[in-house]
């Protein structure tokens, strides 16, 4: 019976040691939040910036698309979602869902940034001093701010008067949902503007991709920072304070088009592919240009480019259209957030609407005669300019998310074709059902 | 820590000497009562004690047993046990009677407990081995439970090689927790996780309309090979399965697999031969040149380019029809015959002191797709050892190899998967490869699916071990009381490689991704181990107590990593052969621990009285080391053993209720908010999770309250069980929606409160027995009805794919399985995923004892699934009913999905179904000494199907059952089943089946 006990007794002796094992299991995966907030490291600071600056491309592609398709610029055929044809382009009976992919994924993923800065935020300011500098403090907090005001405008850009909740910082009670899109960019503004006094003096440490090359210092992100308040400036319709902003940014009325800031994409390990790519001529999975593109198009103007003829057009529910969106020309191409383009339109919708007619039509002229197109011979008046003008931002702009809500800041969403009897244009997003279910 | 030492050693103090007394010997003869016919492998036993021995072919048997023996015990699965009085004589000669109502079948009620089905308070469901796989078996253990569990809702999630089963015992035990049963095999906790390969990195299915993964990898209990498998017992809910503890919140399939009897070395050879073929096809539009033109816009859109296009496709179809080229690539794709193999030797014996069980399987089977199969070797060797009276000792241990093609099926958004790129394919293309064996582009979807299907590898390969071993002293024994220990502890160790490989070369990759190849590598262990003392104290004649008291503990690591390489070089499949690699791990570990006490007194054999306590921690709660209590009691009277029962004909009546509470963990990260890997441009980033964390999290809590009536009348031949059950789940974990502002598209946090309350019904007859024909049916009928009871949070839509396709709502008091959607512009009740009923009928017929048919019919009444393949054959145009008019003369293709209105792809998925059917024949064999039987049989499983379902099968499930979550990749819930996306289409299979016993 000994050698029994023996065995019984180490068996117990196993299960007790086991039993009385001890110990939290933590995260064995990635880092957590309550612990990079307490104490950060200088690349704790820096990882968080990264993150931030990467988390900005997430869905990314369906707002663009849902832009595009709403505001006829394009179609997006998919064998898999039906519900670009169906929903966005209001056909049948269908609406547009408060809750499906092509509102709560941007809608989400805007805002995760924006918790994201107010994190870094957080983080930064129970740095050490031996971390960061109160200078370089400023710079994460400059480049923080600015990122919620450009994430927050994106946001209104697609619910417009359905709303949105001005993001508040961790911990703080959520506000309600705010219903007039003018109270919203205001507070756009506000961040842009606390975000540029931050950066206004500071040192710049953390590193950012080549998508902000030139802007990587604390001048540039200034530049970038009042590129962003030009275009609230003016769909605010502050059209001297567009015209301030613009002077403090990297507008360069000469300069190149392509000049700006631009989200960064990559098929390397961990990085993110630009998915607006799609090969040329490919099936199931096309984003063609809606054919007014080329119909509103004036003869030799270089922006067809844009697009390309395809072997065979392509067609869906009873759409076709027979040019790829060729913007975009690998899934390494960078997608751009703001550039000098946009701020000579800008430039020259703030002239027009302030009557200065002249330098208006001086700035129209630089795009026009940039996209092979003769100067403009048009009338001098506002009406006409106006007109030139979203026919210039329009191709210029194309498929970068404006044609929609240029569109409907001037109260021309009635222009835009239908191309089924059902269809609908929306002037709006739902607001997200998760916003409204509470 | 639960037994101070000393207790301990005054217990083994307690333990006398063996004595050996003066031995007698005793032999016999048992037969069946009705047939006459021996009965081999009847245990005839000492009463408390380890000494017995089993019958043998001839029904004989022989025993020495020590002098002053009063009795000997004898029993047999399927008969009435028997005390026989021992009057002094060494020959015995014993007859068996049948137990039709199995009522003195020994459950297992506690970890080291059992009580006699007579006395039990739990409607505890048992499934033998014959009933398992006796009848038409299938390819997976998991599949062939389809039907046999009064009060579980099974679904096969889709019908890949490989397997992949939901089941739900009694409702829905939780919505993010574990939604599934706690499957333990000899006393070792079976992992069964489901793993994806990572194919959402060339779907993309998770990145658009629903975030969980939608991989739909195989469920892991597919490994156990059933043939090895000679009982199972069900416990559906806390009221039973308390004892199991935290992870058996939603039930537990205890299995014991065979084990080896003393006797003569049985050797059998089991070999089944047959085929697979897809069960349904949905069938595909047939086109004509007006019907093809219209793929381009209407007939009367202005636009020249669509007028231009039209006459395209109209000419390329009427090329086409005179060349003689239109295809049915549903058929092509889905078409094919498998060649089923499934070879099986086992051989069992042993001596007075060991015995053993040795078996090895081996099963080959392809698929309906071409280059999709299931492969599965396993061996299997379980020894029970006596080392004296007192002490046994039983090891078991298994070694499983799996390997899956699963193909390339379910949603996506990438235009890749089969069923999706088939959508769009009109008949009158040529997707077929040219004499250089080059496939042309498909110019309607992004991948030619011929193309894909040759191409392409999704290969799931398991190494799988599982260990146990279980000890058993009997401490202590005298007239009165009798005590055990009983140490039980298991390994489960596997390595899980999935490797999807796509070629540069297709349609789909040559211009982007330029080829994938994901390979992924999953260490799992799990080990369980646990430590028990029972005492039995026989109080009086009229009474005994049982006193168990015990500790247990669990953990469990896995470590899994996926690398993917992209832009490949050609004809690679090793990820360093790709321009870009990017690699994911997700880790996960837990230590949960138990300690318990129980409690079960049995008076005048009638009543049984229960109760217990189980006190459970586990490192995924918030607070790792508090102990959260869970109560248990039960209660059975059986009439028909009072005194005062003498009503004749009523053999058993017996009123029981049992209560119990379980609880069930929160999912390992649940209490962090985490931050994931977001680099760009080459630098490290960190982006905070969309889903908050809670610290606080705990355990939900499972109550259950049970109650039934049992009654077996003339002679066992009709029994009726009835049960009532009320379970509710307090605390449940919800990973909520939050506003999307917050940053936070979800949050973990215990939101509120289900019930769920059910009837089942089980009838089981014999209406015929007699030597020459007899006929054994049991009918089940059961319910189940959800109902979110309380809810603090508000009301949220949990998946499928939006409102406008139909979504699952979490809403208070209305059924947790309910189904909302866009009708117009309101949100509406659409539907309900919870069958009204299932019911399900076995029947046995003998025929001159040699033939024996047996089938089994499995009717679910209701139920909705979201029919979503629907929608995309409507969205590609390619549906069967596509022309047909209605609404006022609209295409039924057209109609459906622009009518903004969700409720027309949700869909009743009521059936029934012939599960399986099979005739079997034992060829009667004379004088033959080597040969000890030849068993001849034909099967069908799944064979015939009554539905009006329009998808591939009202059985399917988008999103998988148990689908792991990581840090990037929501798994599984345990409500999204009946989800419809172009699954991998549910197989038929029949088999011819020999089997010869030497």
Known sequence: MNKYISIISAFFLLLIMNACQKGEINSLNTPVVGGIISNPTRSDLFNLVTGAESGMRNSFAPYLDGTGIIGREIYRFSSAEPRYTTDLLGGGTKVLDNNTFYLTNPWNARYQVIRQCFILQGSVANAREEVASAAQKKAFTGFAKTLIGYQLLLNINMTDANGARIPVADGVAQGPVVTDPAVVLDSVLKFLDEGKADLTGSEVIFPLSDGFAGFKDAAGLLKFNRALAARVHVYRKNWAAALTALNESFFDLNGSFSMGIYHYFSTNGGDLANTMYLAPNGAGEVRVAHPSFVTDLVAGDDRINKTALRNASASQGGLTGNRDVVIWTSLNSPISIIRNEELILLYAEAKIQAGAIPDAIVALNRIRTGHNLPSYAGSATTAALINELLYNRRYSLFMEGHRWIDLRRYDRLGTLPKDRPDDDVWTKYPLPQSESNI | ?998
């Open chain 2, 1 to 998: 820590m639960l037994f101070p030492k000393s207790s301990l050693l005054v217990l083994l103090f307690l333990c006398s000497a063996l004595a050996s007394l003066a031995q007698q010997n005793i032999s016999g003869k048992i037969k069946d009562a009705v047939s006459g016919k021996p009965i081999p492998g009847v245990t005839i036993r000492v009463p408390n004690s380890n000494r017995g021995t089993i019958s043998d072919a001839d029904g004989g048997f022989t025993l020495s047993v020590p002098s002053g023996t009063q009795q000997l015990l004898v029993s047999f699965t399927g008969y009435k046990s028997q005390t026989i009085k021992l009057s002094g004589s060494s020959s015995l000669n014993i007859t068996m009677e049948e137990d039709f109502a199995r009522l003195d079948e020994v459950v297992i009620t506690g970890l080291a407990t059992t009580v006699k089905r007579s006395n039990l308070a739990n409607a505890v469901a048992t499934i033998s081995a014959k009933e398992l796989t006796g009848t038409a078996p299938a390819q997976t253990f998991d599949a062939a439970l389809s039907g046999k569990v009064p009060g579980a809702l099974i679904t096969a999630n889709s019908g890949a090689p490989g397997g992949g089963i939901s089941v739900k015992m009694r409702g829905i035990t939780s919505v993010f927790g574990n939604s599934q049963p706690l499957y333990v095999v000899d006393g070792i906790f079976f992992n069964n996780s489901s793993i994806p390969a990572g194919l959402n990195d060339v779907t993309g299915a998770a990145t658009s309309g629903n975030p969980n993964n939608q991989d739909n990898p195989s469920s892991r209990i597919a490994d156990l090979n059933p043939a090895d498998i000679e009982n199972i017992e069900i416990l559906k809910g806390a009221s039973a399965a308390a004892m199991y503890g935290a992870k058996a919140a939603a039930g537990v399939v205890i299995i014991t697999t065979k084990k080896g009897k003393t006797g003569r070395t049985k050797v059998s050879l089991n070999q089944e031969t047959g085929f697979v073929k897809v069960r349904h096809l949905m069938g595909v539009r047939k086109f004509t040149a007006e019907t093809a033109a219209d793929l381009a816009g209407a007939a009367d859109n202005p636009d020249p380019d669509v007028q231009a296009r039209r006459n395209a496709y109209k000419q390329q179809f009427t090329t086409a029809q005179n060349a003689g080229k239109i295809f049915d690539y549903e058929k092509e794709m889905y078409g094919e015959t498998g060649l089923v193999l499934n070879t099986g030797l086992s051989l069992s014996g042993g001596g007075e002191k060991t015995t053993f069980y040795l078996s090895g399987n081996r099963r080959q089977e392809n698929g309906i797709v071409k280059h999709t199969g299931y492969f599965n070797n396993s061996v299997r060797l379980n020894v029970d050892h006596k080392l004296s009276d007192r002490v046994s000792l039983g090891v078991t241990t298994s070694y499983v190899y799996s390997s899956a093609d699963r193909g390339l099926t379910n949603n996506d958004n990438n235009g890749v998967s089969f069923g999706v790129a088939l959508s769009s394919t009109p008949d009158f293309v040529d997707l077929h490869p040219n004499n250089l064996g080059e496939y042309p582009r498909n110019p309607f979807a992004a991948s030619n699916p011929l193309e894909t299907r040759d191409k392409m590898m999704n290969n799931e390969t398991t190494n799988r071990f599982i260990g146990g071993g279980n000890l058993e002293v009997r401490l202590q024994q005298s007239d009165r009381s009798s005590t055990r220990f009983i140490g039980r502890g298991g390994v489960d160790y596997y390595n899980y490689k999935t490797a999807a490989l796509f070629p540069r070369d297709l349609q789909f990759e040559e211009n982007t991704a330029q080829g994938h190849s994901i390979q992924g590598n999953t260490n799992n262990l799990n080990t369980n181990i646990g430590g028990f003392l029972a005492n039995t104290f026989t109080i009086s004649e009229k009474a005994t107590l049982t006193s168990t008291a015990g500790a247990t503990l669990e953990t469990g690591y896995m470590d899994n990593i996926v690398t993917v390489g992209t832009n490949l070089v050609a004809g690679q499949s090793n990820v360093e052969a790709s321009a870009n690699t990017a690699t994911r791990q997700f880790r996960q570990k837990y230590r949960d621990n138990g300690l318990f006490i129980q409690e079960d007194l049995v008076l005048l054999d009638a009543i049984t009285l229960s109760g217990g306590v189980r006190f459970d921690r586990s490192t995924n709660n918030g607070d790792y080391k508090k102990y959260y209590v869970f109560p248990k009691g039960a209660f059975s009277w059986n009439i028909t053993k009072m005194k005062f029962w003498n009503t004749p004909g009523i053999e058993n009546l017996k009123l029981r209720a049992a209560y119990g509470q379980s609880g069930n963990v929160p999912p390992y990260g649940s209490k962090f908010t985490a931050l994931l890997g977001s680099n760009i441009g080459g630098y490290p980033g960190i982006l905070v999770d969309n889903l908050l964390g809670n610290s606080d999290i705990k355990p939900e809590r499972q109550t259950e309250f049970e109650t039934g009536l049992d009654v077996s009348v003339l002679n066992g031949r009709i029994s009726l069980e009835a049960t009532y059950y009320n379970k509710k789940i307090i605390d449940v974990l919800l990973r909520h929606a939050l506003p999307g502002s917050t940053g936070y598209a979800s949050e973990w946090k215990n939101s509120g409160d289900l019930r769920n309350q059910g009837i089942e019904l089980g009838l089981t007859l014999v209406p015929v027995n007699t030597p020459n024909l007899r006929w054994n049916s049991t009918v089940n009928w059961w319910r189940n009805r959800s109902k979110v009871t309380r809810l603090i949070i508000p009301p949220y839509a949990i998946g499928a794919f939006g409102n406008s396709l139909g979504t699952f709502y979490l809403e208070e008091g209305q059924p947790a399985t309910q189904i909302k959607g866009t009708v117009g512009s309101e949100l509406k009740l659409i539907g309900n995923a919870e069958p009204t009923f299932q019911m399900s009928f076995f029947n046995e017929l003998t025929i001159y004892k040699n033939f024996s048919l047996r089938f089994l019919i499995h009717w679910k009444n209701g139920g909705d699934n979201i029919n979503l393949t629907q929608l995309l054959t409507d969205a590609g145009a390619t549906s069967a009913d596509f022309d047909e008019l209605t609404h006022g003369g609209v295409k039924k293709g057209v109609y459906r999905p622009g009518a903004g209105d969700a409720s027309i792809y949700v869909q009743d998925a009521s059936y029934v179904r012939i599960r399986e059917i099979g005739l079997y024949y034992n060829v009667p064999l004379k004088n033959t000494n080597t040969i000890k039987g030849i068993r001849l049989g034909v099967s069908a499983n799944n064979f015939f199907t009554w539905t009006d379902y329009v998808g591939y099968d009202p059985e399917v499930s988008n999103f998988g059952s148990n689908t792991i979550t990581t840090s990037a990749s929501r798994g599984s819930n345990g409500l999204s089943t009946g989800v419809d996306v172009m699954p991998f289409p549910a197989s038929k299979r029949a088999s011819f089946h020999v089997g010869v016993d030497f």
